[in-house]
């Protein structure tokens, strides 16, 4: 499993950092990536939170090494894979990942890329300056999630 788990995660990692720089929404100092939000979802669903949140560290990490992301991808790819899977765990039905994922990343992680955009960055944006656009973002990689992930093409990893 765990060998099986590591190449899952590679694979949605190399999509994830391959993938940066070509579906994006600009929000001022940020860039919303759906593709990140889809791969949040996939990765609670099929691996859980720890591995989620890992996935979407290294994702975040590599896009800000290669210019594709910000320093604000980080508060909110990890907060909403971290609640995607958390709520996977507890209620084990993918609408539930999709919830966490969009209630962390979109609410909590726009909040928190706010405090990080005013006190690291200088931004004079409001607190809600971030919160939309990261829901778009978020509601879309989940919906688009939800939709992989109903039609099968995972049903091998799925079952553990």
């Known amino acids: 499993m765990k060998t099986k788990a590591l190449t899952l995660s590679a694979l949605l990692i190399a999509i994830g950092t391959l993938s940066a720089h070509l579906i994006y929404i600009p929000a001022g100092v940020s860039k919303c990536f759906p593709v990140q939000h889809a791969i949040n979802v996939i990765g609670a669903v099929l691996l859980g939170p720890e591995y989620a949140t890992c996935i979407a560290f290294v994702i975040s990490a590599l896009r800000n090494m290669f210019g594709t992301g910000s320093l604000l991808a980080f508060p909110g790819s990890m907060i909403g894979a971290l609640l995607a899977g958390v709520t996977y765990s507890h209620i084990r039905k993918v609408p539930a990942a999709m919830a966490g994922e969009v209630v962390g990343t ?29 829901l778009v973002s978020t509601i879309g990689g989940s919906i688009i999630a939800g939709l992989l992930l109903k039609t099968g093409v995972f049903k091998s990893m799925m079952d553990k």
């Open 106 to 134: 979109g609410i909590i992680g726009g909040l928190v890329a706010w405090v990080i955009a005013t006190t690291v960055l200088g931004s004079k944006a409001a607190a809600w300056f971030f919160v939309p656009p990261f």
